[in-house]
């Protein structure tokens, strides 16, 4: 869901910018003291494969583009603060290096995919396991929610800004709509591929799934 450049007012822009910051430094802080070799290994790989599974795009009206999120399998994988660094560099590689997404939107792409994609699919990934609801449903539920909620929050951000901005092309009448709508109609194959990937996981070595108490 990358916002490019151009589409956020100032007041968004520093906003979002500062409570990016506020969270990634706190992740940091927290997962510096948690991490091992073999999780900087799993951040590197689940980045790389992310990366690349984010390259294959559709524009959507309202400003923003439609793909595979991964912020879901990303807290499956590597938990909430390992999964959020993972999009955290996937984003950082794409802006900073490829231009894909604004640098202006960096703040606002991280909170869509970064925070909420990750940590609201996570917590609900975590639900479902507690209630002994199958593996394929919480994974596939948590895949489909990463897409829908990081989509409707980029949506709700662009809408916040278009009204500040005054404008009639995108702002909060039209865009969280629209963004609902196109990415819960792609929530479904992202539900599908995170849960054929994570069960796929499980069957090699379930030890590299993340499980609570380990970073």
């Known amino acids: 869901m ?17 409570i990016a910051i506020l969270i990634l430094s706190y992740t940091i802080m927290r997962y510096r003291s948690m991490v091992s070799e073999f999780e900087i290994a799993k951040i590197a790989g689940l980045a790389s494969s992310i990366f690349v599974a984010q390259l294959i795009k559709w524009p959507v009206p309202g400003g923003s583009t439609l793909h595979f999120v ?7 994988v590597s ?23 604004g640098i202006t939107a960096f703040g606002a792409n991280i909170i869509s995919a970064g925070v909420i994609g990750v940590w609201c ?14 593996f394929y449903i919480a994974t596939f539920i948590a ?6 909620l990081t989509g409707l929050t980029a949506g709700f ?24 709508v196109t990415h819960a109609l792609l929530g479904p194959l992202e539900g599908l591929i ?8 499980r069957s090699r070595n379930p030890l590299i799934l993340f499980e609570g108490g380990r970073a």
């Open 70 to 76: 991964g912020g879901g399998l990303a807290g499956i």
């Open 157 to 180: 951000i662009l809408g916040l800004s278009g009204e500040i901005l005054g404008s009639n092309l995108y702002n909060l009448r039209i865009t969280p709509t629209v963004m609902f």
């Open 194 to 201: 995170t849960m054929g990937v994570a069960e796929y996981i």
């Open 79 to 101: 938990g909430p603060l390992g999964g959020f660094i993972v999009m955290a560099t996937v984003l950082a590689v794409q802006t900073f290096i490829f231009h894909d997404g």
């Open 143 to 148: 895949g489909y929610l990463s897409t829908v």
């Open 2 to 18: 990358h916002i490019p450049d151009g589409l956020l007012d100032p007041y968004t822009i520093i906003a979002t910018y500062g």
């Open 121 to 134: 699919s996570y917590l609900v990934y975590t639900f479902l396991k507690k209630t002994r609801a199958p």
